[in-house]
Nanobody, 121 residues
Framework: QVQVVESGGGLVQPGGSLRLSCAAS????????MAWYRQAPGKERELVAA???????NYADSVKGRFTISRDNAKNTVYLQMNSLKPEDTAVYYC???????????????WGQGTQVTVSS
């Protein structure tokens, strides 16, 4: 059994910062890419930032220079540091990890349950 759990969301004023965490646990053989997505009300889910294993990160244009994705492979955890937050960053943020479980020949995408980020004064 593999689980992906996000934490760290909340309410923040415009210009503020938040740090999201996403931890994968369970019967894990390896993890490839880890990424953050978000979905605002009435909009489609969009990629925010991604970090393939052993590769550099890539970001949506709307968050470049403000958000930073990082990984701690020893902890199977990915982080999203969000600075200079804007009201348009308000969304549910989801973590996705490409995980190969033990006794599996290939990896699959595992999603977390999401964490709400609200940017408002």
């Amino acid at each position: 059994q593999v689980q992906v759990v996000e934490s760290g969301g909340g309410l923040v004023q415009p210009g503020g910062s938040l740090r999201l965490s996403c931890a994968a646990s369970g019967s894990i053989f390896s993890i490839d890419a880890m990424a953050w997505y978000r979905q605002a009300p009435g909009k489609e889910r969009e990629l925010v930032a991604a970090m393939p294993s052993g590769s550099s990160a890539n970001y949506a244009d709307s968050v470049k220079g403000r958000f930073t994705i990082s990984r701690d492979n020893a902890k199977n955890t990915v982080y999203l540091q969000m600075n200079s937050l804007k009201p348009e960053d308000t969304a549910v943020y989801y973590c996705k990890a490409r995980i190969r479980p033990w006794r599996s020949w290939s990896g699959s995408d595992y999603w977390g349950q999401g964490t709400q980020v609200t940017v408002s004064s």
